[in-house]
């Protein structure tokens, strides 16, 4: 462009390539500044004897994230309360334990899986002898809804990335920092609602749902179909 200052169809065409290039760096520092979300979830049920084995392990995750300054991801716990339960009724170590995750910079968000009846009638049917209680493992679960959860509880600020989320379970470390440039540059360049750890090529069925991310207006619009499957 500039070896041809007189030529006004290339000066204009070298303009508009200069504002596209603009354009671009400036969404790609927009996108590096916001937070991700990072999500987690367990069950707290009075009957759910792993409750104090998954706390630890998300408090190890927790202090890692933390350790290995991974700011960019914002940490949120979801806890699945039973019908029955209210926050006061928790028992006092778990209350405790939230305080410290909040202490830590977890935000933790109370909500009851929305088909937990479907969930105990299935179950039922799978293991009459009643031995799984549905309440226990329903925090697995609420990753399949996590489109309706950040809607209902508003989860979702001006500072996060608005286009995808990461879910882990509880048990994962963070071993070193991820940048966003670094996490942006990782995303499936197709499109998708949810790449799982350990995927490898498109349609891959899912060995490991441990670590998600989810595309979420894509996956908002296969929740519906995703749930009912369960």
């Not at 508003?154 to 990335?161: E, V």
């Not at 942006?184 to 499109?191: G, L, Q």
Request: glycine letters at 4%.
């Amino acid at each position: 462009c500039a070896g041809n200052p007189s030529n006004d169809a290339s000066t204009d065409s070298c303009s508009s390539s200069s504002a596209k290039a603009a354009n671009l760096l400036q969404k790609k520092v927009l996108v590096s500044d916001k937070q991700v979300m990072w999500l987690s979830a367990m069950s707290l049920g009075s009957l759910c004897t792993e409750a104090e084995t998954y706390i630890d392990e998300y408090e190890l995750a927790v202090l890692s994230w933390r350790e290995t300054n991974n700011s960019a991801f914002d940490p949120h716990l979801i806890v699945h309360l039973p019908h029955n339960m209210t926050l006061m009724t928790l028992p006092e170590f778990s209350h405790r334990r939230i305080k410290r995750f909040e202490q830590l910079g977890v935000r933790v968000v109370f909500h009851t899986l929305s088909f937990i009846d479907d969930l105990k009638s299935n179950l039922h049917q799978l293991r009459p002898e009643g031995d799984l209680e549905a309440d226990c493992v329903a925090g697995s679960f609420l990753r399949l809804e996590i489109p309706k959860i950040i809607a209902e509880k508003h989860l979702l600020q001006p500072r996060h990335n608005q286009d995808y989320v990461l879910w882990t379970d509880c048990d994962i470390m963070w071993w070193r920092r991820v940048s966003m440039d670094e996490f942006m540059a990782n995303i499936p360049s197709h499109k998708f609602s949810l790449a799982f750890s350990g995927q490898e090529v498109k349609n891959q069925r899912p060995e490991n749902t441990g670590v998600l991310l989810m595309a979420l207006k894509n996956y908002q619009e296969d929740m519906p179909k995703v749930v009912s499957s369960v």
